[in-house]
């Protein structure tokens, strides 16, 4: 209930916002969503371990977190967009630095420019998750560097070595490790896998300034010097002038990145430090071990494909080092392009990052990047054509998400707008059921209301959303309608509007109900159980265990389960084939005033829905063997008395008597007759 306030909340947002800066209006989505987030981790934090509240709130606590930073990005991008609008760009001036290139580079370079744009957004996600990293660095905090190891040493060199078995350095310079192939005492490598996590993990959210000062207050000043080396040479003097000013960078740059790719390189390093300078060189096969989400991968690509076009860029402008050549070709001379990110993500051997490239908001966020309105809209649209409900904040999301485009003017394809919009309104329609149940005296407002709602449910087939409508409306409303109507002291019928949608209502749940069972039957109809087979020469355990395996195999059980649920299934489609006083669907009372729009839904439904159940009933039938049953259906679709077959289009007509046929064949493969009775001598 904590998050319901976002749907108000947002709508009120786009009210005061959409006419005049769309960009404060993304702003205020995003910390709409920041402030429901922390509101729901904290409840996260208080509830018990194991409670399915939790669960659920977890649930929701991520969606809003994955909306939340796309909100980032699109504003971020699009800020991008109507500044480079703006810019008129000067001629381009000789360039004399690294720097100087690297910035004229970012102002005309629209692919660098978003790209950078990208890594900062993934850097900003990591960052939150860490949250106040100074809050806890005294933690890691060393007097001494490695000072577990100089104590020991210490202690050998006072005792005789007669009695210590475990070689270690023998020196403590920040190379003796690797020099003489020695270990560090085990609570000095542990302190030291843990502060290069912490190290990658402050990298990886953009934090060099805190890494580097990280590295100072545990003695490793010759690590944060390491970080420095990445920073682009200036010099201000170099045009003469007046006074001196500061140079600024590494001259020495190159022969820097050059020994970073060989540290990232080196197998004897902890894969945290390998992935430190292989993000610090662009070095990407040593950098994705390490990346273990979606974010982290995606930050690993798009940091690589910036540092490799700006090292191009600086090439081609006759800055470029002798060093960098060492470096390997592919570095230097991948053609990098925004869709080669993502066609590279798609063959990680990472199942969890391959799943995540799925997920509903990580789609959003790659066509956002990419810039492909048309794909992300092509998306929305088979989201909205499937049978599962999305969830009703991702809902809520994709239809700001199109009024900010509209409000832009992007040519976008109306018929999904429309989709996507009327979809998000039946949506709050069922949260106005939420409301009217609370009061009994809305109940048959209620009703009709759900009614309305399920029919455009059944009409795209997403009845697991129908069955959510119809499980929001109480059991009692058809008997608190009639008890209401009492009370006012009426000797005269229902109304026809309220009768009418009483029935309609107990249409929708036949229908569901049948639905239902006929997928019980199917799952369990494809889940026979599989009879043990004996291991050849077995030996006596394999001969118990397979003695206990066939005491557990019930083929019977199986068997008489599936004709109970055959039965089941049997009994609740024909309650929608043969619904009582006119058929499903159909309106009793008529004496009452014309609704065109729901005369014409609930005839469509007729039409799609009950050939859809004659052919389930015909699926359930002819795999469970009883063909002479499905015969006898089609003197049921035939019948005068029902008028079934008027429901029927031509082509599902000649399907149903194909059908037919198979059966009628099968029965005279048994000895019977076609219509699966004995044959008379």
Same mark, same amino acid.
């Given at each position: 209930?904590?998050?319901?306030?976002?749907?108000?909340?947002?709508?009120?947002?786009?009210?005061?916002?959409?006419?005049?800066?769309?960009?404060?209006?993304?702003?205020?989505?995003?910390?709409?969503?920041?402030?429901?987030?922390?509101?729901?981790?904290?409840?996260?934090?208080?509830?018990?371990?194991?409670?399915?509240?939790?669960?659920?709130?977890?649930?929701?606590?991520?969606?809003?977190?994955?909306?939340?930073?796309?909100?980032?990005?699109?504003?971020?991008?699009?800020?991008?967009?109507?500044?480079?609008?703006?810019?008129?760009?000067?001629?381009?001036?000789?360039?004399?630095?690294?720097?100087?290139?690297?910035?004229?580079?970012?102002?005309?370079?629209?692919?660098?420019?978003?790209?950078?744009?990208?890594?900062?957004?993934?850097?900003?996600?990591?960052?939150?998750?860490?949250?106040?990293?100074?809050?806890?660095?005294?933690?890691?905090?060393?007097?001494?560097?490695?000072?577990?190891?100089?104590?020991?040493?210490?202690?050998?060199?006072?005792?005789?070595?007669?009695?210590?078995?475990?070689?270690?350095?023998?020196?403590?310079?920040?190379?003796?490790?690797?020099?003489?192939?020695?270990?560090?005492?085990?609570?000095?490598?542990?302190?030291?896998?843990?502060?290069?996590?912490?190290?990658?993990?402050?990298?990886?959210?953009?934090?060099?300034?805190?890494?580097?000062?990280?590295?100072?207050?545990?003695?490793?000043?010759?690590?944060?010097?390491?970080?420095?080396?990445?920073?682009?040479?200036?010099?201000?003097?170099?045009?003469?002038?007046?006074?001196?000013?500061?140079?600024?960078?590494?001259?020495?740059?190159?022969?820097?990145?050059?020994?970073?790719?060989?540290?990232?390189?080196?197998?004897?390093?902890?894969?945290?430090?390998?992935?430190?300078?292989?993000?610090?060189?662009?070095?990407?096969?040593?950098?994705?071990?390490?990346?273990?989400?979606?974010?982290?991968?995606?930050?690993?690509?798009?940091?690589?494909?910036?540092?490799?076009?700006?090292?191009?860029?600086?090439?081609?402008?006759?800055?470029?080092?002798?060093?960098?050549?060492?470096?390997?070709?592919?570095?230097?001379?991948?053609?990098?392009?925004?869709?080669?990110?993502?066609?590279?993500?798609?063959?990680?051997?990472?199942?969890?990052?391959?799943?995540?490239?799925?997920?509903?908001?990580?789609?959003?966020?790659?066509?956002?990047?990419?810039?492909?309105?048309?794909?992300?809209?092509?998306?929305?649209?088979?989201?909205?054509?499937?049978?599962?409900?999305?969830?009703?904040?991702?809902?809520?999301?994709?239809?700001?998400?199109?009024?900010?485009?509209?409000?832009?003017?992007?040519?976008?394809?109306?018929?999904?707008?429309?989709?996507?919009?009327?979809?998000?309104?039946?949506?709050?329609?069922?949260?106005?059921?939420?409301?009217?149940?609370?009061?009994?005296?809305?109940?048959?407002?209620?009703?009709?209301?759900?009614?309305?709602?399920?029919?455009?449910?059944?009409?795209?087939?997403?009845?697991?959303?129908?069955?959510?409508?119809?499980?929001?409306?109480?059991?009692?409303?058809?008997?608190?309608?009639?008890?209401?109507?009492?009370?006012?002291?009426?000797?005269?019928?229902?109304?026809?509007?309220?009768?009418?949608?009483?029935?309609?209502?107990?249409?929708?749940?036949?229908?569901?109900?049948?639905?239902?069972?006929?997928?019980?039957?199917?799952?369990?109809?494809?889940?026979?159980?599989?009879?043990?087979?004996?291991?050849?020469?077995?030996?006596?355990?394999?001969?118990?265990?397979?003695?206990?395996?066939?005491?557990?195999?019930?083929?019977?059980?199986?068997?008489?389960?599936?004709?109970?649920?055959?039965?089941?299934?049997?009994?609740?489609?024909?309650?929608?084939?043969?619904?009582?006083?006119?058929?499903?669907?159909?309106?009793?009372?008529?004496?009452?005033?014309?609704?065109? *729009?729901?005369?014409?839904?609930?005839? +469509?439904?007729?039409? $799609?829905?009950?050939?859809?159940? %004659?052919? /389930? &009933? #015909?699926?359930?039938?002819?795999?469970?063997?009883?063909?002479?049953?499905?015969?006898?259906?089609?003197?049921?679709?035939?019948?005068?008395?029902?008028?079934?077959? *008027?429901?029927?289009?031509?082509?599902? +007509?000649?399907?149903? $008597?194909?059908?037919?046929?198979? %059966?009628? /064949? &099968? #029965?005279?493969?048994?000895?019977?007759?076609?219509?699966?009775?004995?044959?008379?001598?």
């Amino acid at each position: 209930m904590t998050s319901l306030s976002l749907f108000p909340d947002f709508l009120q947002s786009y009210l005061r916002h959409a006419s005049t800066d769309v960009f404060d209006l993304l702003e205020e989505y995003e910390a709409l969503c920041q402030d429901k987030v922390s509101m729901l981790q904290k409840m996260v934090l208080r509830s018990a371990p194991g409670q399915q509240k939790s669960s659920k709130t977890v649930s929701i606590t991520w969606l809003l977190q994955q909306e939340m930073v796309t909100w980032r990005l699109i504003t971020s991008l699009y800020r991008s967009t109507a500044y480079e609008l703006m810019v008129v760009f000067s001629l381009e001036m000789p360039t004399e630095s690294e720097k100087a290139v690297m910035e004229q580079f970012f102002q005309k370079g629209n692919v660098v420019r978003q790209s950078q744009l990208v890594v900062d957004w993934l850097e900003s996600i990591a960052k939150d998750e860490i949250g106040d990293f100074s809050d806890n660095i005294e933690y890691y905090a060393k007097s001494v560097y490695w000072e577990n190891t100089l104590h020991t040493l210490k202690l050998r060199r006072n005792q005789s070595s007669g009695g210590f078995s475990r070689p270690l350095v023998t020196e403590l310079d920040p190379d003796a490790p690797i020099r003489q192939k020695r270990p560090l005492a085990d609570l000095d490598r542990e302190d030291d896998t843990r502060l290069l996590k912490n190290l990658f993990n402050l990298i990886r959210a953009g934090m060099t300034d805190e890494a580097q000062r990280l590295c100072k207050r545990c003695g490793q000043a010759w690590r944060a010097a390491t970080l420095e080396g990445w920073k682009l040479y200036h010099d201000p003097n170099i045009n003469g002038g007046g006074e001196l000013q500061a140079v600024e960078g590494n001259p020495h740059r190159s022969v820097w990145k050059v020994c970073c790719w060989r540290m990232a390189e080196e197998e004897q390093f902890n894969k945290y430090e390998r992935a430190i300078y292989a993000a610090l060189s662009g070095n990407l096969k040593q950098l994705l071990p390490v990346c273990e989400s979606w974010e982290d991968t995606v930050w690993a690509y798009f940091r690589v494909m910036v540092d490799t076009l700006v090292e191009q860029e600086i090439c081609s402008s006759g800055l470029g080092s002798e060093e960098l050549e060492e470096l390997p070709r592919e570095f230097l001379e991948t053609n990098w392009t925004l869709e080669k990110v993502f066609e590279e993500l798609q063959a990680t051997e990472s199942k969890r990052v391959l799943d995540a490239t799925k997920e509903h908001y990580h789609l959003i966020q790659k066509l956002v990047i990419l810039g492909d309105l048309d794909g992300l809209l092509e998306e929305f649209s088979d989201w909205l054509g499937r049978s599962t409900a999305l969830p009703a904040h991702l809902l809520r999301f994709m239809s700001h998400l199109v009024l900010f485009y509209r409000s832009l003017g992007m040519q976008l394809k109306e018929e999904v707008c429309v989709d996507v919009l009327k979809a998000y309104i039946s949506l709050l329609k069922i949260d106005v059921i939420d409301w009217l149940v609370f009061d009994p005296a809305q109940r048959a407002e209620a009703l009709k209301q759900s009614n309305a709602i399920m029919r455009k449910f059944l009409a795209s087939k997403k009845h697991d959303a129908a069955k959510m409508v119809f499980a929001k409306v109480p059991e009692d409303s058809m008997r608190e309608i009639y008890r209401q109507w009492e009370e006012q002291g009426m000797d005269t019928p229902l109304p026809a509007e309220e009768e009418n949608a009483i029935r309609e209502h107990l249409c929708i749940r036949a229908y569901l109900e049948a639905h239902e069972a006929f997928n019980e039957w199917f799952k369990h109809m494809n889940c026979p159980p599989v009879k043990p087979t004996a291991p050849a020469q077995a030996k006596f355990t394999e001969k118990v265990a397979h003695e206990m395996k066939e005491a557990e195999y019930k083929y019977e059980n199986w068997q008489g389960r599936l004709g109970a649920l055959t039965e089941d299934v049997k009994e609740r489609i024909y309650n929608v084939l043969l619904f009582v006083d006119g058929g499903w669907m159909v309106d009793v009372r008529e004496d009452t005033e014309e609704d065109s *729009e729901r005369a014409h839904q609930m005839t +469509l439904l007729r039409r $799609l829905c009950l050939p859809m159940m %004659s052919f /389930l &009933l #015909l699926t359930v039938l002819q795999r469970t063997e009883r063909h002479q049953e499905s015969l006898r259906l089609a003197d049921i679709i035939a019948s005068d008395q029902h008028r079934l077959y *008027e429901v029927f289009s031509k082509d599902e +007509l000649q399907k149903f $008597l194909q059908k037919m046929r198979e %059966s009628s /064949l &099968l #029965l005279l493969d048994k000895g019977l007759d076609p219509l699966g009775y004995e044959i008379q001598p």
